[in-house]
Nanobody, 130 residues
Framework: EVHLVESGGGMVQPGGSLRLSCAASGFAFVSYDMIWVRQAPGKGHEWVAALNIGDGTTYYSDSVKGRFTVSRDNAKNTLYLQMNSLTPEDTALYYC???????????????????????WGQGTQVTVSS
């Protein structure tokens, strides 16, 4: 059974940093592209970042580009999201998800919505507030 468990969220002041982790189990983690999505109160899932396994290419939404970094440790079956220069607009529940439909562009991830991933975890809350 596929399990994705996010951790590392919390409350931080604007300009602060957090590092999220996603522990994966129940499938061959090394064989799947992985993404981070977030959901702000009253809004739908928003794609944030992706990491393709083939060549390690990373993709980011325009709203987080230059501030967030996605990485993975295949030996630990863990996906990470380093978030810097956080703003109140980054407040959301953050999920990691397993990609089920291949994408090779940011536009693909942005437009794909839930059609491109098949499993996600319970999420970890990030709150940015002074």
């Amino acid at each position: 059974e596929v399990h994705l468990v996010e951790s590392g969220g919390g409350m931080v002041q604007p300009g602060g940093s957090l590092r999220l982790s996603c522990a994966a189990s129940g499938f061959a983690f090394v064989s799947y592209d992985m993404i981070w999505v977030r959901q702000a109160p009253g809004k739908g899932h928003e794609w944030v970042a992706a990491l393709n396994i083939g060549d390690g290419t990373t993709y980011y939404s325009d709203s987080v580009k230059g501030r967030f970094t996605v990485s993975r440790d295949n030996a630990k079956n863990t996906l990470y999201l380093q978030m810097n220069s956080l703003t109140p607009e980054d407040t959301a529940l953050y999920y990691c998800a397993r990609v089920s439909t291949y994408c090779s562009t940011s536009r693909c991830y942005e437009d794909g919505g839930k059609n491109i991933y098949d499993y996600w975890g319970q999420g970890t809350q990030v709150t940015v507030s002074s």
